[in-house]
């Protein structure tokens, strides 16, 4: 039973940080493709980062390269997604989800369903 639990979302000002976490269990958790995804009201999911789990190869869309950092404690199994610089067009719903590592790739604009399984989302919301 694969499970995926996001945390750390919520209301922050422009400009803001947030830091968010993604749980992951009941899965090969190396050698995966660790994607965070937003969704916001009316708008399709879209990728934002991701991370190989088996190293450490980082990808970013182009929207959030440079303010947004993906990164993996292995021990825990958890993949955390560092926001600065939030911009209010970045509200919305933050999914993290998991999928064969080959779906990593630069930038980080796949398709959502190409992505496996799905934590049920954390809103960050950027006044």
């Known amino acids: 039973h694969v499970q995926l639990v996001e945390s750390g979302g919520g209301s922050v000002q422009a400009g803001g940080s947030l830091r968010l976490s993604c749980a992951v269990a009941g899965w090969t958790y190396a050698n995966t493709c660790v994607g965070w995804f937003r969704q916001a009201p009316g708008k399709e999911r879209e990728g934002v980062a991701g991370?190989?789990?088996?190293?450490?190869?980082?990808y970013y869309s182009e929207s959030v390269k440079g303010r947004f950092t993906v990164s993996q404690d292995k021990v825990k199994n958890t993949v955390y997604l560092q926001m600065d610089s939030l911009k209010p067009a970045e509200s919305g719903m933050y999914y993290c989800a998991a999928a064969p590592w080959g779906l990593c790739r630069s930038p980080f604009t796949p398709l959502p369903t190409d992505f496996d399984y799905w934590g049920q989302g954390t809103q960050v919301t950027v006044s």
């Open positions: 991370i190989y789990t088996g190293g450490n190869r980082t």
